[in-house]
């Protein structure tokens, strides 16, 4: 049977193992920030209703441009964008992966500030982008200063920063972000995946872009509509950055299908979006209790918390395991990612954690 040595693989892809959380069959998974309650029937019939009326025209190629999602898209994010402004994809990480396509590539570089969504190195791997793994403060934090300092002594082609972090869960400061596009030679993306549950007065990078061309701002579907296995990302930017990126995307990357699901679930926000007050809930509740517990926590403004653990993580993670909670080890010696979810879940993990 051939191996993947036999192949002719690229060297640098030689022992490398595809990016994945564990997919385990248990009671509890609060491993990879899904949203945990299911689709409204109310949303799923109207789902239904517009994939149905998709099908006898399959034989057709979808539109290219996605124009009337993008202009959905686009009238959700307001701040006056409109259609030219937003660019759609198979998930935010196929949108990235497009950034770097147009941006990136051999001879180029990107740089990210550790620890931070571990797909953006790998994204830059595939696409034959040098990756700078910038750091951050020992509390996780990111100061203007710092940051600064570090884009300069890189001179990155693109930035990658993340707000609501992941792993970390906290929001970066506007000024943070100003700060890194005055001093960024390159492009700067912000990925705001988590963007919807940000603690009230949080703000958004969107606000930024009328003032700066080479700001790209990506969000998902995935998180907080719990349109996850719909795979639907996007981008908000100047249109000649989505000029520039349709440049390099594959032709018809967006089937009519999910292009009629993603319409559908937009025009449906307000039931979809109706379980991110709840999460947040649970996600302030665990925060309390774990700090309560007398264990360091991130504050968050995502819908996982990071906490930390005495000892090694992978043994508590696989204690957890055990009593049917399955969280995230993110490789952050001593700290462990768990998904907020129902209050049920929360009991479950709680209790877990408390019977340690």
Request: contains cysteine.
């Amino acid at each position: 049977m051939t191996g993947l040595d036999d192949l002719p693989l690229r060297d640098d892809l030689r022992g490398r193992s595809p990016y994945g959380a564990p997919q385990l069959d248990v009671p509890v998974r609060l491993n990879t920030n899904e949203n945990s309650y299911p689709v409204p029937e109310s949303v799923v019939a109207a789902i239904a209703k517009a994939v149905g009326a998709e099908l006898r025209d399959l034989n057709r190629y979808p539109d290219r441009d996605a124009l009337a999602l993008r202009a959905d898209l686009a009238e959700y994010l307001g701040h006056e964008l409109t259609t030219a402004h937003v660019w759609a994809a198979n998930g935010s990480n196929e949108v990235q992966q497009q950034l770097l396509q147009a941006f990136g590539g051999p001879g180029r570089t990107a740089l990210g500030f550790t620890p931070a969504y571990s797909m953006h190195p790998l994204l830059a791997l595939g696409t034959g982008t040098g990756w700078v793994p910038a750091t951050r403060g020992a509390d996780f934090g990111l100061t203007a200063a710092d940051a600064v300092a570090q884009v300069r002594e890189h001179r990155p082609d693109v930035v990658f920063l993340c707000s609501p972090n992941n792993p970390t869960g906290t929001a970066l400061d506007p000024d943070v972000v100003a700060a890194v596009l005055a001093a960024a030679p390159g492009m700067v993306v912000v990925d705001e995946a988590y963007a919807e549950f940000a603690r009230p007065g949080t703000a958004s990078a969107l606000t930024l872009l009328p003032r700066h061309p080479r700001l790209v701002v990506t969000r998902t579907m995935s998180k907080a509509f719990g349109f996850a296995g719909g795979r639907l990302g996007y981008l908000a930017a100047d249109p000649a950055v989505v000029d520039a990126v349709q440049l390099v995307r594959l032709p018809y990357h967006l089937s009519s299908l999910t292009q009629a699901a993603a319409r559908a679930a937009l025009a449906h926000r307000d039931a979809l979006l109706g379980t991110v007050e709840a999460i947040k809930e649970q996600r302030d509740r665990i925060v309390r209790e774990l700090r309560r517990s007398g264990r360091r926590v991130a504050d968050s403004d995502a819908n996982f918390v990071l906490f930390e653990v005495a000892g090694d993580q992978q043994a508590t993670w696989r204690t957890l395991l055990e009593r049917g909670v399955l969280v995230r080890d993110v490789g952050l010696p001593g700290w462990l990612r768990v998904t907020a979810g129902t209050a049920a879940e929360t009991d479950a993990f709680l209790a877990a954690m408390e019977s340690m």
